[in-house]
């Protein structure tokens, strides 16, 4: 069998992910100066969830784009790191970003279903927990332990760098030459492939399903709570919700979708190896970019602050440093003047 990823793709590869982290990194910030700076008093706390939403996701995305940019080299069981970072690295360096990625998509899918437990609780206007010391110390110790299962498996499932090196040698010698010379790493055989892969797509799957259920009960409350909130608290309460729905599932078909597809890919080879290696990775680190366009766009505030920023920026500057006398040019004006 021919290798689905060669060194010739590294480079190509490489500047791919490195594009993307300047895409992720443009959007996260901009999203989270909205959320910080234009969020309105009737969001209240809830502003500090969405900001930890964003800073999640974005972290996320720049370490896998610009720290790690890992490629796998399927169907072997491993991963080759092609970031700047990574040229004439070790390959602990490799092994270690691969475990800290656990931890960052763990605060990525932890804070999206505390964000809808938040939304849950505010309809029973009961808050406490998510406001106080406590329960911040609670939530953050969740996004530290959630990881820890698959973390484990995978740490059991690597072994020294001379078997790991026997292994792909043997079962995988298309690719020997490149792991050894190369920032690379590999699970040390197929059945500790098979129990990683099926602990990592389980917890996926329960985040996931956890999730649903938590959107299900917060329909529900909806429907019960309408008659006793006024006009005015329904729509907020409707529109930070529906927001919700949105930035949960567009990022999560970002995130889930290639991350299981790569997981099944490696253990049964079931699409085509070379376009899912070199395709999973940079689908995967544009999520932050989508959940902050679409937290944007679903949110009345953000979005009218980015279209003043955005579509007016001769007001905009006028109202931040107003060094000498503006014309205010609407947008019309604008596109006559060009035509």
């Known amino acids: 069998m021919s290798a689905a990823v060669t060194v010739d793709d590294f480079d190509t590869y490489s500047n791919y992910m490195h594009a993307n982290s300047v895409i992720v990194l443009s959007i996260g910030l ?15 706390y809830y502003k500090y969830y969405i900001f930890n939403f964003q800073l999640a996701a974005t972290l996320f995305d720049l370490h896998i784009s610009f720290v790690y940019a890992p490629v796998p080299i399927l169907p072997a069981p491993g991963i080759c790191s092609t970031s700047i970072f990574s040229v004439n690295a070790p390959w602990y360096f490799e092994y270690g970003n691969y475990i800290i990625m656990h931890f960052t998509l763990s605060y990525v899918g932890v804070s ?8 849950y609780f505010a309809l029973q206007g009961n808050l406490h927990f998510f406001h106080s010391k406590k329960g911040v110390v609670i939530m953050a110790l969740c996004n530290l332990i959630y990881p820890i299962p698959v973390t484990i498996t995978l740490i059991n ?52 399903v956890c999730s649903g259920v938590a959107m299900y009960k917060i329909n529900n409350l909806m429907k019960e709570k309408k008659l006793n909130f006024t006009k005015k608290t329904y729509d907020l309460h409707r529109q930070l919700i529906y927001s919700l729905w949105v930035q949960a599932f567009l990022p999560t078909c970002f995130l889930a979708i290639p ?25 995967l680190c544009l999520h932050s970019a989508v959940l902050g366009l679409s937290t944007i766009v679903m949110t009345k505030p953000f979005r009218q602050a ?21 014309v205010k040019i609407t947008l019309t004006q604008r596109l006559s003047s060009i035509a």
Not at 30 to 44: A, E, N, R
């Open 306 to 326: 980015a279209v003043r920023i955005i579509v007016r920026p001769v007001t905009f500057l006028c109202k931040q440093k107003p060094v000498q006398p503006c």
């Open 259 to 283: 991350s299981v597809t790569g997981f099944l890919t490696l253990a049964t080879s079931l699409f085509d190896l070379r376009t899912v290696a070199l395709t999973v990775c940079p689908v």
């Open 112 to 119: 999206i279903f505390i964000g809808l437990l938040y939304r």
């Open 157 to 208: 499932g690597v072994a020294s760098v001379e078997e790991s090196n026997l292994y792909i040698k043997t079962e995988y010698p298309q690719y020997y030459d490149m792991f050894i010379q190369n920032c690379c790493y590999s699970l040390s055989g197929p059945l500790e492939a098979i129990i990683y892969v099926a602990v990592a797509v389980s917890q996926i799957t329960a985040v996931a």
């Open 30 to 44: 901009f999203t989270i100066y909205l959320t910080l700076f234009h969020s309105t008093k009737d969001m209240g």
